[in-house]
């Protein structure tokens, strides 16, 4: 049985046992006589014993409260003993049991965050986490600055101002780095705190020998140089974090538009002609509006140099300003600015070829004569697949690739008063090209369709290109010219056909659909409005015929003639049935009646 003794060690009271006391007593007896006569060797003891005061206080549970012999030997394993420090090294491989023994106290040992007090800007929060993180205090800094402008960042500094310790001992200054707490380390970092004391005041007494009576009158020279220099200090300070920061965005910046432009390639996130496209759909329309495959080949190879180089440019630059790295070399930033210069003028040369094969205007014409014998008119669109493909997205596009087929939506439909007694057609389709002959054959290679069946005259919403025909802006507008008293009925499918219509009482074309409308010698009049709007009657019915309901033989400019051919075809009819004249009597009859 062994007696238990009470000790204060560091401000704490242990219980422990003689053996452990007397093994304990031998060991700060070594360790005082080591550095008794030490510079800063009370300081170097005082930290030694609270190490091992708060290792003690580890070993102590409701189960144990007594030091015993294994642990105070267990302690000074930790520690160390003070032989091993020695500069002069007599025991035989005593290195190498002191580098296994700090490693296997490292392999136990944790990191403590505190607030590193010695080399903070406010409170050493940063420079703290910096430490626990094993990374920059610059980069903490920089968080809280984004903290900062991201409206909560003042908030969280303050609370691990208040909530994290600041390190104080010794000790603790070196868990919150993460070295081993042992004799050697505190020695080594209570030297180094009283090195830089002492170059504090042997720079200070330097000065003071330096300044004379008269040298101290002008003291406040001294103040406003001193002052400066802290300025000077401050400004590079944020010029240095603004720097990171520009870094940051710039590689943030490239990194969001390179993955922007795949995703836009992959999911079609290029908006053209009303479509989202992505990189097939992309190099389609690409392919349509370009000259040839030479043209189309200078053109990606010039997008993708224009995107590229500078991407990669901002990516380098943004890596220099965060890690201080080297500037490219003159041959990396030569192909660099070459890659950009050649990409735009690749990309000048493209757009002008572009531009050229879009320079002239040119027009083709057909008439199509309408039955003869029919005087009401039910107007609908061709309800097909394509029709079907177009709506499913609203006839936003206007342009799709349907079955190899590349088909457009630029059709449209304009009612007006024939000048003769027979109803017509007249289709106008419109072009551009490098000069006039080029946009009017541009203009025939489309396929458009409509046809008439008795009283129905049914129109495609579209027209399609030939797989080896370009992209000339190529637009279909039919005109129907019908004679007066002849009755339309324009079916609700047609809102998206009809076009600036003009008509009495000035209703718009999308309210004019799902009603009859017949030709008067004034215009379109409605017969079925609810709520029919004041007619506008013209001034000059001349004036507003030739306005609003051109002649056919005066409808283009003389400077237009030049490039518009027109042909005219005759749709063939067969003679009217007997049912149909029964139908034109009975209408005639119920017309009168009305």
Same mark, same amino acid.
């Given at each position: 049985m062994n007696k238990t003794l009470n000790i204060n060690l560091a401000g704490f009271i242990f219980h422990i046992d003689e053996d452990a006391y007397q093994e304990l007593e031998g060991y700060l007896t070594k360790i005082k006589a +080591? *550095?008794?006569?030490?510079?800063?060797?009370?300081? =170097?003891?005082?930290?030694?014993?609270?190490?091992?005061?708060?290792?003690?206080?580890?070993?102590?549970?409701?189960?144990? &409260?007594?030091?015993?012999?294994?642990?105070?030997?267990?302690?000074?394993?930790?520690?160390?003993?003070?032989?091993?420090?020695?500069?002069?090294?007599?025991?035989?491989?005593?290195?190498q049991q002191k580098q296994e023994r700090?490693?296997?106290?490292? +392999?136990?040992?944790?990191? %403590?965050?505190?607030?590193?007090?010695?080399?903070? #800007?406010?409170?050493?929060?940063?420079?703290?986490?910096?430490?626990?993180?094993?990374?920059? /205090?610059?980069?903490?800094?920089?968080?809280?600055?984004?903290?900062?402008?991201a409206g909560f960042g003042t908030l969280v500094y303050i609370i691990l101002w208040i909530v994290v310790p600041k390190a104080n001992t010794t000790v603790e200054k070196l868990q919150m780095r993460g070295e081993r707490v042992n004799i050697s380390n505190i020695e080594k970092s209570i030297r180094e705190e009283m090195d830089a004391l002492g170059g504090k005041m042997r720079g200070f007494a330097a000065k003071a020998k330096a300044h004379d009576y008269q040298q101290y009158s002008q003291k406040t020279g001294g103040f406003f140089s001193d002052l400066g220099n802290f300025i000077g200090?401050?400004?590079?300070?944020?010029?240095?974090?603004?720097?990171?920061?520009?870094?940051?965005?710039? =590689?943030?910046?490239? *990194?969001?538009?390179?993955?922007? #432009? =795949? @995703?836009?390639?992959?999911?079609? !996130?290029?908006?053209?002609?009303g479509n989202n496209m992505g990189f097939w759909s992309l190099m389609d329309f690409l392919e349509l509006v370009t000259v040839d495959a030479l043209h189309f080949n200078s053109l990606a190879v010039g997008l993708l140099l224009i995107t590229i180089a500078p991407l990669f440019l901002f990516i380098y630059l943004g890596l220099r300003l965060l890690f201080d790295l080297e500037p490219l070399n003159?041959?990396?930033?030569?192909?660099?600015? %070459?890659?950009?210069?050649?990409? *735009?003028? %690749?990309?000048? #040369?493209?757009?002008?070829? #572009?531009?050229?094969?879009?320079?002239?205007?040119?027009?083709?014409s057909e008439r199509f004569d309408l039955d003869p014998y029919?005087?009401?008119?039910?107007?609908?669109?061709?309800?097909?697949?394509?029709? +079907?493909a177009f709506e499913a997205y609203n006839f936003n596009p206007h342009w799709m690739v349907i079955d190899e087929r590349n088909i457009f939506g630029d059709v449209d439909l304009t009612v007006y008063k024939s000048n003769d007694?027979?109803?017509?057609?007249?289709?106008? $389709?419109?072009?551009?090209?490098?000069?006039?002959?080029? @946009?009017r054959a541009f203009a025939k290679e489309l396929q458009y369709s409509f046809q008439q069946t008795d009283?129905?005259?049914?129109?495609?919403?579209?027209?399609?290109?030939?797989?080896?025909?370009?992209?000339?802006?190529?637009?279909?507008?039919?005109?129907?010219? =019908?004679?007066? !008293?002849?009755?339309?009925?324009?079916?609700?499918?047609? %809102?998206?056909?009809?076009?600036? $219509?003009?008509?009495?009482?000035?209703?718009?074309?999308h309210d004019m659909v799902n009603h009859w409308w017949e030709m008067t010698d004034k215009g379109?009049?409605?017969?079925?409005?609810? &709520?029919?709007?004041? /007619?506008?009657?013209?001034?000059?019915?001349?004036?507003?015929?030739?306005?609003?309901?051109?002649?056919?033989? +005066?409808?283009?400019?003389?400077?237009?003639?030049?490039?518009?051919?027109f042909s005219t075809t005759s749709l063939q009819f067969s003679k009217p049935s007997l049912d149909h004249v029964a139908h034109l009597v009975l209408h005639k009859t119920v017309q009168a009646i009305l």
């Open positions: +080591q *550095f008794v006569n030490t510079e800063g060797g009370e300081e =170097i003891i005082q930290d030694i014993e609270s190490r091992i005061a708060e290792l003690f206080r580890l070993r102590i549970s409701e189960a144990k &409260e007594v030091i015993n012999k294994e642990d105070v030997a267990e302690v000074i394993g930790i520690m160390g003993k003070p032989e091993d420090y020695l500069e002069a090294d007599d025991y035989e491989g005593a290195k700090e490693q296997a106290y490292f +392999q136990r040992s944790s990191r %403590i965050i505190y607030r590193d007090a010695d080399n903070r #800007i406010i409170g050493g929060v940063a420079a703290g986490l910096a430490h626990y993180f094993k990374i920059d /205090p610059l980069w903490v800094r920089l968080l809280f600055v984004a903290l900062f402008f200090m401050a400004v590079r300070t944020i010029f240095k974090v603004l720097g990171k920061v520009i870094g940051f965005l710039l =590689i943030l910046f490239a *990194f969001v538009v390179l993955v922007g #432009i =795949i @995703a836009g390639l992959l999911t079609g !996130g290029f908006h053209v002609l003159k041959s990396a930033r030569n192909g660099i600015l %070459i890659s950009i210069l050649a990409g *735009f003028i %690749i990309l000048i #040369i493209a757009g002008s070829r #572009i531009g050229i094969s879009l320079d002239s205007h040119g027009s083709y029919t005087d009401t008119l039910h107007i609908e669109v061709n309800e097909d697949a394509v029709y +079907q007694s027979n109803n017509f057609i007249l289709t106008e $389709i419109h072009s551009r090209g490098n000069n006039r002959r080029e @946009a009283s129905l005259l049914e129109f495609d919403h579209y027209y399609t290109l030939d797989t080896d025909s370009r992209y000339r802006g190529q637009e279909v507008h039919h005109k129907l010219y =019908i004679r007066v !008293g002849t009755k339309i009925y324009l079916h609700e499918n047609t %809102i998206d056909l009809i076009y600036d $219509i003009k008509n009495i009482g000035n209703v718009w074309d379109l009049l409605c017969l079925d409005c609810l &709520e029919q709007q004041e /007619p506008v009657w013209p001034g000059d019915e001349e004036a507003d015929d030739a306005e609003n309901f051109p002649d056919t033989e +005066q409808e283009e400019e003389p400077d237009e003639k030049e490039d518009m051919e």
